[in-house]
């Protein structure tokens, strides 16, 4: 599974990342943001534009998510 990892990127440059990773990559993948609330609510508004869903697994940190397509899709 592609990883995004976001630690040390800016909160200006994160919306960016995220969508030139997730244009390119295979779903499912993972994004780790972080603790940080404003770099997870960025990530939350992309994938929601983009349709998909993100959870968090269970056997790891409460700060990565895994992107996936809607059920059906």
Known sequence: MNDLDLHGISH??????????????PLPCMVTTGNSPRMKKI???IVKEYGWIMREPIYY??????????SGE
Do not use: C, T
């Open 12 to 25: 200006d440059k994160a919306e960016e990342k995220i969508r030139s990773f997730l244009n390119f990559v």
């Open 43 to 45: 990530l939350l508004e």
């Open 61 to 70: 940190n409460k700060g990565s998510f895994i992107i996936e397509p809607k």
